[in-house]
Every structure is written in structure tokens, then in C-alpha cells.
């Protein structure tokens, strides 16, 4: 039998650091939960007072002082039983069963910590209405005029800032072999409130970007599953941030994807950060490419140390603090280098006041 007495708290695990303990939060025991008998289950708690609407899911988050809450959201549907909307929400007390109904309508007035409200499957359906319906339904099935569907039949939760957690979708044409992205979505998880947001052409979709990693020769060597693609704006491109697990689910690595051409960078397992290297590889990559405007700057010394990466070379003149990096490992000027070596190159800092060099060129060797 199940006792309030054998649920004594929460477990909370960090969403970053896999290594990281989970932390048992041991709070006043919790009576009212989804998996209890009879009137101490969760949602017939709730529905006993609030059954006249649909309860569509249940969600266990924390308050402001870390005491865990139940928000039991409630809608109904418009379209005969299809069409859910979300109508109100009831935040429970787990312990002492109290409830406060809240309607749609003073979502505003809702605490500060509560961050989700909206279930992901009804916001991959309300994704998939927007795009499919586009210009009515006749148009859905025979014409499909800019119709644009959900890449993939989930959503991922995102923060975008420290107040703001929404849903995320990218967008793609009906055809089943297009790996391209028409744009993508955001939506709030708490007032649906949801944003398209066109791509450039051309820009690889979630899946063609999880298809890019899957072949990616180190991911395939070390048996590692891509997961969970979501796309950011890192280093100012458009770029699809890819976890990477073992077959047993546990985090590895972290792999890049640059949207609009598909090129993929993974971070080294065997580093203390993989994903601190992979950032570092992909900074590389992207500062490689003089951008116009930026002002570069004519060095030339002696090397002190030199550095070969799978992603760069990096050299340390005498007497100079800075430390360059050359993205072009194959260039044969910058491998042969040794400290006591002449050069001379052009660099440029990037965004994160990182040496980019160009035109290597070792002076010792020319002589």
C-alpha cells in the first residue's frame, strides 16, 4: 500500500551536467500525486471539484522557495472532441491538497515560477494546424499552397531567457524527402502565444541536421546517438546545437551543425567539456571566414609554442600574450612550425576576442 509517508520529496537532476548528483529535496510528505489510490490520486482530486473541464495533463514544478507544486492544466475541446484549448489551471498543494483555479484569462496574475502551462502535444498540434491550414482545408489536401508542417512529431523546451520557456518546432514542406526548413516556431508555454519565423532558403531542417551528424564519421566510429536538435544563433550563424548519447542514453558529446550548409563539428568525448570543444571548433570554423569590414591586423615573430588540435593549430609568438589560431590544419606552413620558427600572417579578433589568422606563412622554411 501507498503511503504520504513514502513520498517524502522530489529528486532534482541538472539538466547540464550529466556527472552532476541528483539532489533529494525533502519537503512535507506529498499526499496528492498522479500514481496514489483512490481520493488521494491527483487528478481525481482534481476533478471531484473541477470536473466540468478536461484535465489535459499534470506537471510537478517548484516554487520560488523550492517546495514542489502541482499544476493541474484544463481545457476543452472546440471541434467537436478535437480541437483542445486550453481554459484554466489549477495549482495544487501536494501535501494539503489545496487548490486555487486560475482561468485563462489571469494567466498574468499567474507566480513568477510557474513556467509551463500548455502541454507539448497540444503544441505540436496547434504547430501542425497553423501550417497545414494555411489557406483552409480544401487547400491542405488538394493544392497545398505554402503548406508547411512540424520537421518532426515533437516539440523541445527552451529557455530564452531566465523568464521566458517556450516550445520549439521547426517547419519543412509536406514533401517526405525535403531536409530543408521553411522556418520555425516559437510558443510560449504558458500563454500559447506562438511565433513563425521564416529561414533563409536552403537552411538545413532538424532532421536533415540529425541526419548530418548520424553520418558524421566520429559519431558513427563511436557509436554516439544524435538527439534532440534545436536550433540557436551561435557566433551570429544560424546553427543546430545536437546532444549526443550512448546507446544507453547517457550524454557524450555535443555536436554543431551550421544551418546553412550542413558542415557538422563534434566535441572531443575524451575532453573535460566536450561541448566547451566543440564551441571552440566551431569558432574556428566560422572565424576562418573573413568577414567585410573586419580590420586585420599584419603580425610576424618568433614561435615560442605551437599546438596541433583536431580543429586548429595554435601558435604563441615570443614575447606576445595572444594566442592565434589557424583553422586550416592542413596548411603544411603552420604544421611544420617550430618554436625558434619566423612568421608572419594577418589575424583578426572575432566576437569572442579570439586570434583568427589568415595567410600563414613560415619564413624560416622560405628561406
Do not use: C
Not at 17 to 22: I, R, T
Request: charged share 15%; proline share 5%.
Amino acid at each position: 500500500m501507498d503511503y504520504p509517508a513514502d513520498r517524502p520529496g522530489v529528486l532534482v537532476v541538472s539538466a547540464e551536467n550529466p556527472d552532476a548528483a541528483a539532489e533529494v529535496r525533502q519537503r512535507t510528505a506529498m499526499r496528492y500525486i498522479p500514481s496514489a489510490l483512490l481520493n488521494d490520486n491527483l487528478y481525481r482530486h482534481v476533478y471531484l471539484r473541477y470536473g466540468f473541464e478536461q484535465i489535459i495533463e499534470t506537471t510537478l514544478q517548484l516554487d520560488d522557495h523550492g517546495i514542489p507544486q502541482y499544476i493541474a492544466t484544463l481545457g476543452r475541446p472546440t471541434i467537436g472532441w478535437s480541437g483542445q484549448k486550453v481554459t484554466a489551471v489549477v495549482l495544487v498543494d501536494p501535501a494539503t491538497g489545496a487548490m486555487q483555479r486560475i482561468p485563462k484569462s489571469k494567466f498574468s496574475t499567474l507566480p513568477h515560477w510557474v513556467k509551463r502551462i500548455v502541454p507539448p502535444e497540444l503544441a505540436l498540434a496547434y504547430n501542425d494546424w497553423f501550417g497545414r491550414f494555411v489557406h483552409g482545408w480544401w487547400n491542405a489536401r488538394l493544392g497545398e499552397r505554402d503548406v508547411h508542417l512540424p520537421a518532426r512529431d515533437e516539440v523541445f523546451g527552451m529557455l530564452l531567457s531566465s523568464d521566458e520557456f517556450v516550445w520549439f518546432v521547426d517547419h519543412t514542406s509536406p514533401a517526405s524527402s525535403d531536409q530543408s526548413m521553411t522556418g520555425f516556431t516559437y510558443m510560449d508555454t504558458v500563454s500559447g502565444a506562438m511565433t513563425y519565423y521564416t529561414a533563409a532558403g536552403g537552411e538545413f531542417s532538424s532532421m536533415g541536421a540529425q541526419r548530418a551528424v548520424g553520418s558524421n564519421p566520429i559519431v558513427r566510429q563511436g557509436r554516439l546517438v544524435p538527439t534532440q536538435p534545436i536550433l540557436y544563433n551561435t557566433f551570429s550563424a544560424n546553427t543546430w546545437v545536437v546532444p549526443l548519447v550512448a546507446e544507453s542514453g547517457k550524454y557524450q558529446s555535443l555536436a554543431l551543425v551550421q544551418a546553412s550548409n550542413g558542415h557538422v563539428v563534434v566535441g572531443n568525448v575524451n575532453a573535460g567539456a566536450p561541448q566547451n570543444d566543440a564551441l571552440a571548433q566551431y569558432r574556428v570554423f566560422l572565424g576562418n571566414r573573413a568577414e567585410a569590414g573586419v580590420a586585420q591586423a599584419a603580425i610576424s615573430g618568433t614561435v615560442e609554442r605551437i599546438a596541433v588540435s583536431q580543429a586548429a593549430i595554435y601558435v604563441v609568438l615570443r614575447g606576445d600574450r595572444r594566442i592565434f589560431s589557424v583553422s586550416d590544419v592542413t596548411n603544411a606552413s603552420a604544421l611544420l612550425a617550430k618554436p625558434g620558427d619566423q612568421v608572419s600572417f594577418n589575424a583578426s579578433m572575432d566576437a569572442q576576442r579570439q586570434w583568427i589568422v589568415q595567410s600563414f606563412k613560415n619564413e624560416t622554411l622560405r628561406k
